[in-house]
């Protein structure tokens, strides 16, 4: 029986599984062309006064400067709205009304890339450019103009202006106007496909080496039932918080209220020692799942899933599943909560992933289904992928959005100290926002690494490219404003793509990227079995990886196989090369699911154990599985 901790089919191929989406998987697992297009004048006056950012009630906030420009003005800008396509004059109509200069406005009848209608208002830029207004303004009220420029990845650039010395000053923003529009960024790639072979190293990488790796101790929560922690994270205060799933309502869950059907979730906080500070649960008459959960810079805690219940502690609002956010004290007491609006009409939207900010908020990613709530306005077809920026109270700042025709989903995020955000996206999509991957099996499903700003733009887009699957990321943001990631892999040839070559079934990697997106070093983890990389961390010396294993090969060669399969903790070094192994390997199925730093340099673990000897001599599982989390002190030489 496997557990994984994020699967890009989620709910849909898995009612009831237990790892990140499911609850358990028995099995395994822009110039206006004139001459071009022959447009009917619509007398439209224009409305200077638009509405302001909204999503939902909350405003974003201005973008920083694009430096990515590209060096020439197109001379067209995409029309489509297919109505004014069909016109047979070329005919611009003038309106009668003035803008805010004074001057004539023109309808051109024009649509550009965001859903905006675009408008001429008789001044020109620097360059001698026509300027066109949106009829939108920005969270000042600011009007919003458009050069028919776009950027490097495709997207629309606007500016604000102001009159001087009767000359129109133009200041970019990547402000966006109106949520409803959908303007999401264009994921590009530099190249077709990403290879390892060349790769421009780490600066100035350690020399240091992890070794003599020793578990303090190993704890057990949990009652009869099937029980699991699927993540962790450290605390300020030396401590960790495990998150988990639940079955029971004996044991550690005694007092779970009986009214409460199929499976609940809990957050429990223990200290450095190991000892249980507190826990809270949440429950309803149907699933509940938390699939990530962070800490923030106030010491407060953030917890996020989704949610299937219609009763009890977190109720959807779409017909299948909504996403959630909760947020508790230090101390485990509850200060709020928030549920994606939806309505019945729409199916849902998981939150899988969620990474804290140095402006004391946090980002949250995962899927959406729903065309309502949030995500009125965006395409029908497929699974949108998501990111929201949330401020601590809850107030939300920005969204992007990125689409194809199928299954996208973001799995996982990190931020910098510096505030720029790292993101794998999962998909099966090649067009939309996903244009240039290229897939050998329709099923295949390939992950996009992304780095965007601290307001939601994106930097650049690489992707994780091979004929086979991607998925199960784990990701970690580095001193140097890089990232380290990792997940798990298949392929249909013996090596393709970013993937060079394959042990076995199932293989993990963990590549290592500069703030650029280059590749510093990339390396498989596993051997002639199944093997998955499912966490990891930033350490003094390298990286802490973990993870689950069949294998006895390669990484894992000389290291007894227990029952089923076994958890996993590797030790990397900068340049990736393994300098400590710790297999745990009980007689039943075991895993280890996730890993945090804590403040002393040590590392805890969590997971999940069916065994109750070995490496879980103590355990109560047997028949059942149960809760785990260990925590390893190593000496860096």
């Known amino acids: 029986m496997y557990f994984f901790k994020t699967n890009v ?78 016109g047979a004059e070329e005919v611009t109509a003038i309106t009668g009304a003035t803008d805010i200069n004074g001057k004539v406005t023109d309808s051109t009848g024009i649509i550009d890339k965001a859903g905006h209608r675009i ?56 402000e966006t106007p109106d949520y409803s529009s959908n303007k999401t960024p264009t994921t590009k790639v530099s190249s077709a496909k990403i ?39 450290g605390c300020k205060d030396g401590g960790f ?156 700042k920005w969204r992007k959005v990125l689409q194809g025709s199928k299954s996208n989903n973001i799995s996982a995020l990190a931020v910098t100290s ?27 499903a390939n992950t996009v690494l992304l780095k965007l700003n601290k307001k939601g733009n994106l930097d650049w887009a690489e992707y994780l490219q091979g004929s086979g699957l991607s998925e199960y990321n784990a990701l970690a943001a580095t001193d140097d404003g890089g990232c380290v990631v990792g997940g798990t892999f298949t392929i249909y040839k013996r090596a393709d793509g970013i993937y060079t070559m394959n042990y076995g079934k199932r293989d993990g990697y963990v590549l290592r990227y500069n703030s650029k997106g280059q590749v510093c070093w990339s390396r498989l983890i596993g051997g002639a079995d199944n093997d998955s990389v499912m966490g990891i961390v930033c350490v003094e010396g390298g990286y802490a990886v973990v993870g689950q294993s069949k294998s006895a090969t390669e990484d894992f060669q000389g290291y007894k196989v227990g029952g089923g399969e076994d958890g996993y903790i590797l030790y990397l070094n900068d340049e990736g090369k393994t300098t400590s192994t710790i297999r745990l390997n009980g007689e039943q199925d075991d895993s280890v699911m996730d890993v945090a730093v804590l403040g002393d340099g040590s590392v805890a673990i969590a997971g999940w154990t069916k065994s109750n000897e070995q490496a879980f001599n103590g355990s109560k599982a047997n028949k059942q599985y149960m809760g785990y989390v260990s925590r390893y002190t190593a000496t860096v030489k």
Not at 421 to 436: L, N, P, Q
């Open 9 to 86: 089919n989620s709910y849909d191929r898995a009612l009831k599984k237990v790892i990140k989406y499911d609850i358990i998987n028995i099995n395994s697992k822009g110039g206006i062309n004139m001459n071009k297009y022959k447009i009917i004048a619509l007398l439209l006056i224009l409305a200077l006064s638009v509405c302001s950012l909204a999503a939902c009630g909350n405003s974003a906030t201005p973008g920083e400067k694009n430096d990515k420009l590209i060096s020439e003005t197109p001379d067209d800008l995409d029309i489509v709205d297919d109505e004014l396509k069909k």
């Open 119 to 174: 408008y001429s208002t008789g001044l020109k830029d620097s360059y001698s450019k026509t300027i066109y207004t949106t009829g939108k303004k920005d969270s000042k009220g600011n009007i919003l103009y458009t050069k028919n420029e776009v950027d490097t990845f495709g997207d629309m650039i606007y500016y604000t202006g102001k009159i001087k010395d009767g000359k129109l000053e133009l200041e970019q923003t990547n």
């Open 195 to 233: 290879t390892t072979s060349t790769t421009v190293g780490v600066d100035k990488p350690s020399k240091k080496k992890i070794e003599d790796v020793k578990c303090e101790y190993t704890k057990y929560f949990g009652g009869t039932g099937l029980d699991a922690f699927r993540d962790i994270i």
């Open 241 to 396: 918080i495990a998150a988990g799933i639940s079955a029971s309502k004996d044991g550690d869950y005694k007092g779970v209220s009986g009214e409460w059907d199929g499976q609940h979730t809990s957050l429990v906080k223990y200290s450095a020692d190991g000892k249980v500070q507190w826990k809270y649960i949440i429950g309803g008459d149907d699933s509940i799942n938390i699939n990530d959960v962070i800490e923030l810079k106030d010491g407060t805690v953030v917890a996020a899933g989704y949610t299937s219940a219609t009763s009890g502690d977190v109720v959807k609002t779409a017909s299948i599943n909504s996403a959630f956010v909760i947020r508790l004290k230090a101390d485990g007491t509850f200060m709020w909560k928030y549920v994606f609006p939806s309505d019945s009409s729409s199916t849902g939207e998981y939150i899988s992933s969620l990474a804290a900010t140095p402006d004391g908020g946090f980002v949250a990613g995962g899927k959406a289904i729903s065309e309502s709530g949030f995500f009125t306005g965006t395409q029908k077809g497929g699974t949108k992928a998501f990111i929201f920026k949330f401020d601590k109270n809850g107030n939300i």
């Open 418 to 444: 510096d505030g720029d955000i790292y993101a794998t996206c999962v998909t099966m999509s090649s067009d939309e926002d996903f244009s240039g991957i290229r897939f050998n099996k329709i099923q295949a």
